[in-house]
């Protein structure tokens, strides 16, 4: 049976576009996933091709689709649908949003992955406690979600932790400066620092800490400590009731979960004030499948004050 | 002439209490200064002496007087009008609100006195920019506006930046953490840290440190360096458009913001990414004497975005 007013929304990786279509209220009916293409014109045709296979699957026609929403690495100019430096993509400059538009003849929204992700994430508890979504892939930066929306700040530069400076004898980082959170727990830092190759090199990290070597433990020790300080930059600035965290190592959740808990509560052991904020107990780490980023794509533009909270169940494990 | 809808601001400090009159155009039409009592009872006769005086220098009888404002440093639940722990009036709990309404039959609204001296500074400017007040004072905290409102967090702790750790290998804090933004630039710390009692122990370093002496240099470094990491939190995190300083601090204004502002070139200078947010030119030192605090009292439970800005003159020298 035909589905009206269906909301697509994808999650254009540098890997892998993956999408998912949502039933107004909420529920994920269709799922897809793709190679993404590099270039310009790729990635276009991608994001055309797994918004019409999520519409087929929906039994949803053309003049049915609601939204289109489009998460994409990089700097994203929402307004005008454009996103810039997308690296990862072969993208230095593409007007997604009206490209897609044009296209599909479905309205299209854009914005930066994390964004979107913070959005989906904000979604799954379906309360309107401030939040963010911190995202540990190759780097490291979070999402704000005040009140059902996106936080964008003043510049577009809110919810860039990763780029913090917590010690300044640390390793160099990618944006220039010493000892950013982002060289302790982002994952292309750790690769470097390890610096031994691999396909997995966290993975490698963690299995050699496990097998008590001290450069490994010293990694992994870090890991725990990047995440615990961009943790308490969010809660001592914005003032987040919780942190969801996502992104690539999550994929280590169940050997990393207990150490970044640790670590916050090792912080907090010497400091009462630190103590009285419970932080260990407002982090939530994402299971690794979890398509926050395609779920919060979907709804951009749609007025999340007034949507059914998905249920938790879904997200998690739709 | 009578004045109607005379709004009072005042500044409850641990030595003294400083407070405005505001006409309904946001024009200061009179000023007071009073020491502040010690414990409760005295604490609120110094408010309510304080806010006659100034509705009898603007000429407003009582019920006149639109509302009357309360900065006031401790945790301040503004829902009731109470603060706890202003440990500096001998205050452990006390009902400012409800007590003041009573005394002076009109309204009463209570903040902490760095978020109100925020919403003072944010009034400075006008715009809508979401921005910081970053007090550089015995302590380190900064109130945030956003949409000319407090943005108070989920619990309370937004602003809290001064414990924020930039150094693992840094001084113990008071507030049992090593290394903390506050410990470079709060005036306590560099107090303990300088450790030779005086009255003025900043402006003493400062000397020292121009007659050459390293200990002296070091604690200048530092109390800069803490000043531009703590903006580089708002900033990274909140993404404030500008974050005015205020605080004892400003005492030393001339010979302390050069020196500020070449920190956040320095920390730039490396990376293209921070040299690119501009951060030298977001950061804005108040005149020593400028009573933010008190005007932002003020204008505590009005509707700012319908007020006439103040005139930046006004409030820089009023």
Redo the contacts between chains.
């Keep these: 049976m035909p589905v009206e007013g269906v909301r697509i929304g994808l999650d254009v990786g540098g890997t892998k576009i993956a999408g998912v279509a949502l039933a107004p209220d909420g529920e994920i009916i269709a799922r897809t996933r793709r190679a993404t293409g590099w270039g310009a014109v790729a990635v276009i045709r991608g994001i055309a091709e797994a918004a019409q296979d999520l519409a087929a699957q929906a039994g949803a026609a053309a003049g049915q689709i609601r939204s289109i929403g489009v998460g994409i690495p990089g700097l994203v100019d929402a307004d005008a649908g454009r996103v810039l430096h997308a690296v990862n993509l072969g993208v230095e400059s593409l007007d997604v949003g009206p490209q897609v538009r044009a296209l599909l003849n479905a309205p299209c929204h854009v914005e930066n992955d994390v964004k979107a992700a913070a959005l989906g994430a904000a979604a799954l508890h379906g309360d309107r406690?401030?939040m963010a979504y911190l995202n540990i892939g190759t780097g490291v930066a979070a999402g704000i979600v005040i009140d059902g929306r996106i936080w964008?700040?003043?510049?577009?530069?809110?919810?860039?932790?990763g780029?913090?400076?917590?010690?300044?004898?640390g390793r160099l980082c990618g944006?220039?400066?010493r000892g950013c959170i982002e060289t302790l727990c982002g994952g292309g830092a750790i690769a470097r620092a390890w610096a031994r190759g691999g396909a997995f090199p966290v993975r490698d990290v963690l299995d050699a800490a496990d097998a008590g070597e001290e450069a490994a433990i010293a990694l992994r020790d870090d890991l725990a400590r990047g995440v615990s300080?961009a943790v308490?930059?969010?809660?001592?600035?914005?003032?987040?009731?919780?942190v969801v965290i996502g992104g690539g190592l999550t994929a280590l959740a169940d050997r990393i979960e207990p150490r970044i808990r640790q670590a916050l509560r090792d912080?907090a052991a010497?400091?009462?004030?630190?103590l009285s904020?419970g932080l260990d107990e407002r982090i939530e780490l994402l299971p690794a499948s979890s398509p926050v980023s395609a779920i919060g794509a979907a709804l951009l533009g749609a007025d999340v004050a007034q949507h059914t909270p998905l249920e938790k169940e879904i997200i998690a494990h739709g």
């Excluded at 964008?152 to 932790?161: D, K, P």
């Excluded at 010497?270 to 630190?274: A, D, G, K, M």
């Design positions: 406690e401030p964008r700040g003043a510049r577009g530069t809110a919810g860039e932790v780029h913090l400076v917590v010690d300044p004898g944006c220039g400066q300080a308490r930059a969010l809660v001592l600035s914005v003032d987040v009731e919780r912080d010497e400091s009462p004030f630190l904020l």
